[in-house]
């Protein structure tokens, strides 16, 4: 079966530049959610989307930013990276978002592994 | 604050025999935990999950319960394997009228040896 796509899958930047990582979600799931995970910590919420729009919002820093497209695809964008910012980052996928539906799995891709040097 | 913790940060159990996982959380309000296996260098990859609605959850090996007035939940694996090795986290979500993010435990390394 179809999984959550995530490029690239490592990225080394200097401080102060700017990196676009990409989520595919898996087919017909229509929630994207971003998550940060540090070295030897657990993974934090950053942001999610449902049909495109923002649904909800973690501890994603200013110079942070994310889309969904009309595909269902999505895009974080870090610009002005610090030392800090260098960690794994997932990208999820689920059916049904904030809908109240209720109990939707998320499905996680592989992660960017992104180094800041 | 820590809202999901998995207070043992590492298992090891003989093959054949049961791991248990154990995870408690501190909001009330968490509606739907999950369980996820994480290999290095590879996403969390979903287990089984229970709704605050049930005690227990089955699915062939694994086994979650959920024991609401002790907010606590744990993850039965048995038999073990040694492909059952890795780090799993516990995670959980406001699934009714919440954001459905998930709040995860800091994870637990299952050693299970041949």
């Known amino acids: 079966a179809a999984g959550v796509i995530q490029s690239p899958r490592h990225l080394i930047k200097e401080k102060r530049e700017t990196a676009t990582l990409k989520c595919y979600p898996i087919p017909r799931h229509d929630t994207v959610y971003w998550y940060q995970q540090g070295p030897g910590q657990d993974p934090q919420f950053l942001i999610s989307f449902y049909e495109k729009m923002q649904s909800d919002k973690g501890s994603i820093p200013d110079r942070f930013s994310a889309q969904q497209f009309s595909d269902y695809h999505s895009e974080l964008n870090m610009s002005s990276l610090e030392l800090g910012d260098s960690a794994l980052y997932f990208c999820?996928?689920?059916?049904?978002?904030?809908?109240?539906?209720?109990?939707?799995?998320?499905?996680f891709g592989p992660g960017t592994r992104l180094l800041v040097l | 604050d820590q809202q999901v913790k998995q207070n043992s940060p590492s298992l090891s159990v003989q093959e054949g025999r049961i791991s248990i996982l154990n995870c408690d959380y501190t909001n009330s309000m968490f509606d739907y935990f999950l369980w996820y296996k994480k290999y290095p260098a590879e996403g969390p990859t979903f287990l089984i999950s229970i709704s605050s609605i049930k005690d227990k959850n089955e699915d062939g090996r694994f086994t979650v319960f959920l024991n609401k007035s002790a907010k606590h939940l744990s993850l039965h694996i048995v038999p073990s394997q040694p492909g059952d090795s890795a780090v799993y986290f516990c995670a959980a979500s406001l699934a009714w009228g919440g954001s459905e993010k998930l709040v995860f435990g800091k994870g637990m390394k299952l050693t299970v040896n041949p």
């Open positions: 999820a996928s689920s059916l049904g978002g904030t809908s109240g539906s209720g109990g939707e799995t998320q499905y």
